[in-house]
T-cell receptor, first 114, second 114 residues
Framework: DTEVTQTPKHLVMGMTNKKSLKCEQH?????MYWYKQKAKKPPELMFVYSYEKLSINESVPSRFSPECPNSSLLNLHLHALQPEDSALYLCASSQGLTGSTEAFFGQGTRLTVV | AQKVTQAQTEISVVEKEDVTLDCVYE???????LFWYKQPPSGELVFLIRRNSFDEQNEISGRYSWNFQKSTSSFNFTITASQVVDSAVYFCALGSTGANNLFFGTGTRLTVIP
């Protein structure tokens, strides 16, 4: 099983809403990632969790708050987002550091902020 | 500085034609890793291949083949006898040892016309 599962697949939220994106993997990977991808652009790294600890935060605004409850789960809590935050949010996991090992991605959550 | 250039923004081919996607990279690292990922319309990035900087052997996997040339800093990807299911955005990416980030190119959108 090499699957990374993300829920929900689509999300529409208002600028005052609070919502969460969820990601799950059962490959025993110890590194998990959140990427943001705007239309016709490559993915941009947001956060990296390594052994359930936040190791990289790429200067992401505080309205995005990651959480890693255990080695299989990764959440992204959203609050007071702006319309420009509308994008595809991808979760990924890897056995080792993603600079040298392949990452496995979920199908993403297509987020629209209205 | 790390940089990946995919000069071809969009390519259209007729089914059964061969197509080559170009990737040129820049890095000062002596040890680095190159990747190709496929992103179909469904959204997830699908890992295709990883190559480390010490392995210049070309690789063939079915209809896919990769040509790695350090002399020209290129890692090109060829699809032989293209099929409609090959239609996707293809990303070339660069990583390095000890890093937890990938530098993605801007992607090439391939459309295979039946």
């Amino acid at each position: 099983d090499t699957e990374v599962t993300q829920t929900p697949k689509h999300l529409v939220m208002g600028m005052t809403n609070k919502k969460s994106l969820k990601c799950e993997q059962h490959m025993g990977h110890r590194a998990m990632y959140w990427y943001k991808q705007k239309a016709k652009k490559p993915p941009e790294l947001m956060f990296v969790y390594s052994y359930e600890k936040l190791s990289i935060n790429e200067s992401v605004p505080s309205r995005f708050s990651p959480e890693c409850p255990n080695s299989s789960l990764l959440n992204l809590h959203l609050h007071a987002l702006q319309p420009e935050d509308s994008a595809l949010y991808l979760c990924a996991s890897s056995q080792g550091l993603t600079g040298s090992t392949e990452a496995f991605f979920g199908q993403g959550t297509r987020l629209t902020v209205v | 500085a790390q940089k990946v250039t995919q000069a071809q923004t969009e390519i259209s081919v007729v089914e059964k034609e061969d197509v080559t996607l170009d990737c040129v990279y820049e890095t000062r690292d002596t040890t680095y890793y190159l990747f190709w990922y496929k992103q179909p319309p469904s959204g997830e990035l699908v890992f295709l291949i990883r190559r480390n900087s010490f392995d210049e052997q070309n690789e063939i996997s079915g209809r896919y083949s990769w040509n790695f040339q350090k002399s020209t800093s290129s890692f090109n990807f060829t699809i032989t006898a293209s099929q409609v299911v090959d239609s996707a955005v293809y990303f070339c990416a660069l990583g390095s040892t000890g890093a937890n980030n990938l530098f993605f190119g801007t992607g090439t959108r391939l459309t295979v016309i039946p």
